[in-house]
């Protein structure tokens, strides 16, 4: 865990959006990379932050079906409170099962997570990916807009700042 990192130089600063897309695609197209671990340039994880997410979904998957296509962490000020524009949101109308399976492994089920600090379940999106749809004569609509669903746990241990 953790022994594998690309770097990517871009020719032009594409803003954090661009960074992602590129550093995402890449990652897909790896068949062997699981997740990806996308954070914002000014993140600083702790140093046993990705053993610490990787141990959580351990946890998970040890207690059910391995559903899970995101995690995200803890993100918290340096002096340890809750950052509060990046604190996840937790999953409206989760069941109570989600929300007490989630609980035994230190987790909670959500509905968003910040990009602050986000793992991309890798086959979950290259299995989700949306394209536009195809018309009979082979062309592509873009009025259609397609939404994909998952199952959602944060980690909760404290690991960036």
């Not at 990705?50 to 391995?66: I, V």
């Not at 950052?83 to 109308?93: D, E, F, R, S, W």
């Not at 230190?106 to 991309?120: G, K, N, P, Q």
């Amino acid at each position: 865990m953790g022994e594998r990192a690309r770097l990517i130089r871009l020719s032009e600063n594409t803003g954090g959006a661009g960074g992602f897309a590129v550093g995402i695609a890449a990652a897909l197209a790896d068949p062997e990379v699981d997740w990806i671990w996308v954070m914002d340039d000014d993140t600083v994880p702790g140093p046993e932050a990705l053993a610490g997410a990787l141990a959580a979904h351990e946890r998970y998957r040890a207690t059910g079906q391995d559903d899970l296509a995101v995690m995200g962490s803890r993100v918290v000020w340096t002096d340890g409170d809750d950052h509060p524009m990046n604190t996840p949101k937790a999953k409206i109308g989760a069941t109570r099962a989600e929300r007490d399976r989630a609980a035994s492994v230190d987790a909670m089920a959500i509905r968003s997570i910040s990009f602050v600090s986000a793992f991309l379940r890798a086959p979950r999106v290259r299995s989700s990916v949306c394209r536009s749809p195809t018309t009979s004569s082979g062309t592509t609509t873009s009025s259609t807009r397609h939404a994909c669903s998952t199952a959602l746990v944060a980690s909760t241990c404290p690991d960036l700042w």
